[in-house]
C-alpha cells in the first residue's frame, strides 16, 4: 500500500475525528453552562440532580458511557439499532460527558466573579439576564479559558474512543490498516495528526486569551 | 417635597441586631453626611435603602411612592417587582471599591445603562456622558479600560456612571476610603462641586472636614442608632462626650 493512499485514508479518518470534536464542542459548551444553573439553583431537587448527573458523568469512564448510549436503546427498550446512529451515539455520549466537565468549570468561574459586580448592575436596573449575559458572563469566559483549554485538549485525544463503536475516526481507521498492512506506520501518522490538531487547538486558544488581555 | 423617607427601618443579621430603628428624611437638594464608629450600620443603612438588601421592618419612601411598608406586626412588605424597577430609578449609588465594569471601556461603563437600561436614544446618550466626561475631567479617558485609572479617576467613572442615568438622590458608601490620600482630593472636589448644583446626595464618609464644610445635616450613628443629628455646628459643637471622642480621632 502506497503513503498517498495511507494519507487518504487516514485523511478521511482525521474528518470524522474533527466533526466528532466539532459537534462535541458546539451541544456540550451550552448544556454544560444550563447544567451548572441548575448545579447552582435554589432548588434542592434540582441541585441534587445535576449533582449526581456530574458526579456519574465525571466518575465513569466516558468509553463505558459511549456504549451504554450506543446499546442502551436495544437493551432497554428492543429498539433495534440502524448503522447511522453509531455517529449520533458517539456525539450523544460526548456532549453528556463533556457537558458535566464544562459545568463545573462554569460554576467555579460564576461563583469567583465578586459580589460587587452584580449589585452595582441591580442599583443601574440592569434585569437578571441583562447582568448575566452583559456583565457576568463575559468576565466569566475569560477566567475559564485556561481550565477550558485543558478540556478541549483532552477532546481532542478522546476523540480516538469513538473506536469502541466502531465509527471510523482516525484511530478506527489507523488501527484497521495497521492490522491489514502488519505494519506501524498508520499509528505513527496518525499520532503526528493528532499533535497537529491539538497544536492547532492549543494556538487558537492561546490566541483567544490574548483577545481577552485588553482588560485584567 | 421629601426625596427619601425611612421610618422605623430595622435589620438584623441572623439575631445581631445591626439597625434598631432609623427614622430619616431627606429633602431635595439636602446634602446629608453620615459618620460613626465602624460597624454602626452606616453601610447596612445605605444597601437597605438602596435596596440592596431587604429590611426586616419600616418604611422606605422615594418621592412620595412606597417602595416598602410595614405590615405592622414587625415585617416589611415591599411593593410588587415593576413598581421597585421604577422607584429604584429615582436614585444611583456610587460604592468604596468602584465596581466599575472591568471589561467595559469608560465610555460604555457610563453609556450602557442608559442605552440599554432606561433606552434612552443614542444621540441624548452621548450628549450626556461628553457633558459628564467634561464635567468630571476624564475626557482624555473615554477610550480607557478601569484597569487603565487610577483609583481616583475610577471613582469619578463610578460617579458620571451613576449620574448618567440622571437619578434625584445619589449616595455615597465612603467614596474616598479606598484611595491613596493623594487621590481623595480629586473625588471629594467633584462631590462638592455636585453639591453646589444642589444634586441630593447622601454620604457615608470619614473625612470629617469635608463633611462639615459641605453637608446641610450630619447623622451620627452609633450601635444602630441615630444618636444625634444637626448642623455642621451642632455636631462638630456638640458637647455629647461619644461625638466629641468620635470627631476628636480624626
Ligand atoms: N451581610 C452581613 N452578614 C452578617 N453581618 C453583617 C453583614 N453586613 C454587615 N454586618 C454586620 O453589621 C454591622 C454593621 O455593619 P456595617 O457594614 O453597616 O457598618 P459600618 O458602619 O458601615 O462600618 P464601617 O465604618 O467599618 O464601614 C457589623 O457588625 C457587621 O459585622
Ligand atoms: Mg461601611
Redesign the interface.
Known sequence: MDFGKLLGQLGSGMVVSIEIFMLTLLFSLPLGLVISFGRMSKNTLLRTITKGYISIMRGTPLMLQLMVVYFGPYYLFGIKIAASYRFTAVIVGFALNYAAYFAEIYRSGIQSMPVGQYEAAKVLGYSKAQTFFKIILPQVVKRILPPVTNEVITLVKDTSLAFVIAVSEMFTTAKAIAAAQTTMVPFIAAAVFYYIFNFAVAAFMEYLEKKFEYYR | MNLLEINHMKKGFDGLEVLEDISLTVKEGEVVSIIGPSGSGKSTLLRCA?M?ERMDDGELIYLEEKAAWSDGAGHSVYAPKNDL?RI??H???V?Q?F?????YSVWKNIT??PL???KISKAEVEERTNKLLQQLGLEDKKDA???QLSGGQQQRVSIA??LA?QPKILFFDEPTSALDPELTGEVLKVIKELAQEKMTMIIVTHEMQFARELSDRIIFMEQGRIQKEGSPEDIFGSDNARIREFIGKF
Open positions: 438602596t440592596l424597577k429604584q430609578r436614585f444611583g449609588l460604592f471599591n465596581n466599575l465594569f472591568p471589561h450602557d445603562a440599554h437600561v432606561d479600560y478601569p484597569c456612571r451613576a442615568l
